[in-house]
């Protein structure tokens, strides 16, 4: 893991970004692999569902 460039967007883009994900686990497509179980999608689902 390795500190990338500050966000510069709004944090009201950045929170409507979180919030309008897709809370739901990604298969991958073949080339890339599945989202890991752990991922942001229980995140999301709470911070959409508050």
């Known amino acids: 893991m390795e500190r990338g460039e500050a966000d510069a967007r709004a944090e009201e883009e950045i929170a409507a ?3 309008g994900a ?7 497509d073949g080339r890339t692999p599945a989202d890991p179980v752990e991922g942001p999608a229980p995140f999301v689902a709470v911070v959409r569902d508050a």
């Open 17 to 19: 970004a979180v919030v």
């Open 22 to 28: 897709d809370p739901e686990r990604d298969e991958g």
